[in-house]
């Protein structure tokens, strides 16, 4: 039996390369070190959406050889034809390395249904049958009818948002569909963007109602002899529709720690009694991806 571990996927969201050096250590060397224990700890799915030119080439620096990660890689905007987005493509897989991607991702659903969706679509595809991408996938948010959007465009990866506070999509059946479908769930978020992890006291004003039932939750993990981060990767990957649980940290040492709590038994938690239906918590717009 596979340890929980390798659901986990390693997310470069948190990764600064422009940031000074703390204590003496360049932001380089914090990765190096987190790529070090992801690969040490058996992480394999290795996402870098929505990183910039300089960065790819920096992680393309730090991976390990030989090939350890299974990398992700999303699409730039399908506005200039999907000529560009190919040669985006190419170039960065060249920046980081690899000459096979695990999944190409379309980083919006907007993309898809807009005026060049269409020709994005077949050009993944096209890359895909060529050998180029293991896979082709999408990202949505609740609001994005996933289940539809799934049946319309049959991906074989939706990368979707969830959490022990956020199971709109859990709730419905959405995720459960999709998976039924034969394709792969990745959650995303798992959470909230950092809100579970934040001290009541320190919540936004404009997230002062939710604050309340975080608090709540908060204190029925804590009566249940366990913390925030546990709870939420026991959540998350205990459930059965997800393949991959993706998580992005800023240090070596908040890696170590997800992973020794995604090692951990989950906590036996009433986890429907802790979801939050806060339209402004819910709202990726509020809080900085993480």
Known sequence: MSSPVSKLGLGSGQF?????????????????????????SGMRLFDV?????????????????????????????PDRGPDIVEAEVRASLNRLGVSQAECLLVPSVAELLGPHGAALWDRLKALRDEGLTRKIGVSVFASDDPLGVARRFRPDIVQAPASLLDQRLINDGTLASIAGLGMEVHLRSIFLNGLLLLPPDRAPSHLREAA???????RMIAEGRSDPLQAALGFALSRPEASAVLVSVASAAELNAVVAAAASPPPDLDWDD?????????????????
Request: proline share 8%; glycine share 6%; charged share 30%.
């Open 16 to 40: 600064a390369f422009d940031r000074a050096p703390v204590r003496g250590r360049t932001p380089q060397a914090e990765v190096l070190d987190i790529l070090e224990v992801a690969a040490r």
């Open 212 to 218: 309340a039932r975080i608090s709540r939750a908060r």
């Open 49 to 77: 959406t929505g990183r910039s030119v300089q960065a790819e080439r920096e992680i393309g620096a730090l991976l390990p050889r030989p090939d350890l990660f299974n990398v992700c890689i999303s699409t730039i905007r």
């Open 274 to 290: 802790m979801a939050i239906d806060d339209p402004d918590a819910l709202d990726p717009g509020s809080w900085a991806a993480a």
